[in-house]
């Protein structure tokens, strides 16, 4: 398995989690988190190029979620603040290598549950 995540749970609304995103076997380029919901499409959340730093954000999670980099680790996190009901969902961690326009990396998943 090229990536695992971990680090989701249950928690209340306003309150944070870490997700983690390991690479057991290369480091890739760029990693994206998507997400989703029961019945919904799943959906773009952030990414990362690995070198450099730039990220990206979805409107719906811009100001609230940050993603960064642990290069000792070959991990990247998705750091979740001021959470909501509607950001439950499965959240999963992809990547992509150097020239490639597809994320062919992705990893199990990991459930976000959010109360009101």
């Known amino acids: 398995v090229p990536l695992v995540e971990s680090g989701g749970g249950l928690v209340q609304a306003g309150g944070s989690l870490r997700l983690s995103c390991t690479a057991s076997e290369r480091t890739f380029s760029d990693y994206v988190w998507f997400r989703q919901a029961p019945g919904k499409e799943r959906e773009f959340v952030a990414s990362i190029i690995w070198s450099g730093g730039s990220t990206s954000y979805a409107d719906s999670v811009e100001g609230r979620f940050t993603i960064s980099t642990d290069n000792a680790k070959n991990t990247v996190y998705l750091q979740m603040n001021s959470l909501k009901p509607e950001d439950t969902a499965l959240y999963y961690c992809?990547?992509?290598?150097?020239?490639?326009?597809?994320?062919?990396?992705w990893g199990q998943g990991t459930q976000v549950t959010v109360s009101s």
């Open positions: 992809g990547a992509r290598g150097n020239g490639t326009s597809v994320y062919g990396y």
